[in-house]
Every structure is written in C-alpha cells, then in structure tokens.
C-alpha cells in the first residue's frame, strides 16, 4: 500500500513537533511540514520535505501535492494575537482559508476527500464575567460561542469556514449530483502541557511555565491569580485525541467540531503540586490584567461527552496520573532533578 500523504503546517511548534513524530512513529504517511522556521532537530530526519516560509504566500507551493490529510497547526496564539491582532488574522484565518480552499478544490477534482484536522481551543468559548463562568462550570460546544480574543474570534470562525467547504461549497442543487467535498473535522483544545516543549504567545502558559521553572529550579511569577481555572491536557492525549479524530469513520460523527478535555484544575493546584514535587520551586504570583481577563473569559472546563460518544474518546492522563506518570518523570529526566 502506498503512503499517505500528510501535510503538517505549523510543525515546528509543541504540537507540530509531537504530531510529526507519533506520524513516524505509525508510520505509513509520507510527511510533508511546513513553518516560518528551519525544523528543529526532534523531527528534522522525519519529514520527507519542508516547505519553509509564509503560508498565506507559499500556498502556490502545495497545489502540486496530492494530500490525503491536512493538519493545519499553524497559528497566532491568545496572546500574541491581542498584540498585534491584524497580523494575527492574517496568519489565523488567511492562512486557513487557502488551505481550505486548495482542499476543496482538490477533493473536488480528484473526487476523493481530503481530511482536514484542525485544532481550534477553549478560546472560542467567552464568558461575559467570572460568577456566569463558575455557574457554568462545564460547557458544550454549542455555549458561549463569544469570544473575547482576536484568537478566539479566528478560531470559531474557521470553524465555520471548514464547515462552509465542507458542506455548502458551490451550492449544489439538491437535484444535482453533490461534489466530493473535502472532509473538515475540528477539536477544541483545552491549554495543552508537554514535557519537552514550552508555548510560546499562548495564555494557558502559565501552566507549563510554572511547572517547566519549578524543575529547572527557577523563580516563576504566575501571570494569573492562585483561583484561575482552565481545563488542561497532557500533550501525548492531545495528539492520540487528533489521530483517533483523522481516523473516526465519517458515518461515525455526528458534528464537525469537538471538545476534549482531561483535567481543569486551578493555578494554585499546579503550585501546590510544582512546589511537593521539586524543593527549589518558588512560585509567586503577579497577575497581568490583560492576560488575567482573557483566562476568566474562558471556561473552567468543557464537555466532550459527543468525543467520547461518537469517536470513543477518552484521555490516558488524568491530573494525577499527568504528574506521576508522564509529566514528572520526564521532566526529571530532561532536567537532571
Ligand atoms: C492559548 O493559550 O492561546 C492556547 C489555547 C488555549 O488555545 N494554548
């Protein structure tokens, strides 16, 4: 059987650089990366070709592939979009929209769907203030679609832009044979926590930043109150969660956009545990007004009862098992502590 082919754009980030290795890992894909930067050396002898530059400018570039799935990562993230949010749209929605458009095209005229993963986040949910975001606890897909961020609004909107190709593009006649569309499948991503990478531009970031400081033995001032809550996930689940979405059964799903989620916890739970688990952490804390009213915008946790229905969903890593048995130990291992 020949390889399939995959694209990964934004494959130099946390999530790019894990995706690409689980791929090569399975194997059976030829795996095509795309970046503004060089591939770093975790996956630069697994990518058969890496196409590195702007996006929205090298689209051009990749009509002459056949992918069979698409894995657009590449994005602006929270923070970094409130800053420069013009830019932020560029790279968030043009970007998607070429590819999109060059998916649609391409199952069209090939007649054969191209898959397209796309991760979105909790940023697309908007919580007007902190008493309606507690009172609501867990919310599903369909609540609170009001974001507060230039991210957020990116987010849900592309969303709808994957529906629209691939469901409603060309407006086919009910009497007219439908075209192939292109297979547009999204999942909503709580903050995501690796072992080996850090985020950068995001602001679930205080997660992964405290736990990486209080390894290394350094000081970390927490941008959040101690009482913010947020769900988060192991970075391995976040990549079986994208693989086990690629190969659900299109019959098999109900929607074209899912929640997953594996542990909400609070600021001060992870100080608490960064503190019991390494001597030398010393976590204070210094709320940043702007990056502190984007996390209460957020849920404090999300349902994914239609994942776990519909594609059998289910994490490997909850917060305990998280810290005992994938973050701890890594990290032990990556810092020497
Ligand atoms: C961010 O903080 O912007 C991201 C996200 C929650 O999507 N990690």
Not at 179 to 188: G, K, N, Q
Not at 251 to 279: H, K
Not at 280 to 294: E, F, K, S, V
Request: with cysteine; charged share 25%; hydrophobic share 40%.
């Amino acid at each position: 059987m020949t390889d399939k082919q995959v694209l990964v754009t934004g494959a130099c980030g946390e999530i790019g650089q894990a995706l690409v290795q689980e791929l090569a890992k399975r194997g059976g894909y030829r795996i095509v990366t795309a970046d503004f930067m060089p591939l770093p050396d975790s996956i630069k002898g697994l990518a058969a070709e890496h196409v590195q530059g702007d996006l929205v400018y090298k689209i051009k570039t990749f009509y002459d592939y056949d992918f069979d799935i698409i894995f657009h990562l590449a994005a602006s993230l929270s923070s970094k979009a409130e800053i420069a949010t013009e830019e932020a749209h560029r790279i968030n929605v043009e970007g998607t929209m070429q590819l999109l458009m060059l998916a649609a095209y391409r199952s069209e005229k090939y007649g054969k769907a191209v898959k397209f993963i796309f991760p979105s986040s909790i940023a697309a949910y908007g919580m007007p203030n902190l008493e309606t975001k507690r009172a609501a606890g867990v919310v599903k897909e369909e609540d609170w679609n009001t974001p507060h961020t230039m991210y957020g609004c990116n987010k849900l909107y592309c969303e709808k832009l994957g529906m629209y190709y691939g469901q409603y593009y060309g407006q086919k006649h009910l009497d007219e044979k439908p075209p192939v569309m292109l297979d547009f499948r999204a999942i909503r991503f709580p903050g995501l926590i690796s072992a080996f990478t850090l985020p950068s531009g995001g602001t679930s970031d205080y997660g992964p930043e405290m736990l990486h400081a209080a390894a290394q033995g350094k000081d970390y001032a927490c941008f959040v109150r101690p009482d913010t809550k947020i769900s988060f996930m192991a970075m391995p689940d976040a990549i079986k969660s994208m693989l086990m979405l690629m190969d659900a059964p299109r019959e098999s799903l109900t929607s074209s956009v899912y929640n997953v989620a594996a542990f909400a916890i609070t600021a001060d739970e992870f100080r608490e545990r960064a503190v019991n688990a390494f001597a030398n952490a010393n976590i204070t804390y210094d709320p940043n007004p702007r990056r502190q009213g984007i996390v209460d915008s957020w849920p404090e946790d999300v349902d994914d009862a239609r994942a776990r229905s519909d594609w059998k969903w289910l994490p490997d890593y909850d917060v305990d098992r998280f810290f005992e048995e994938y973050f701890l130990p890594e990290i032990r291992k990556r810092y020497g502590k």
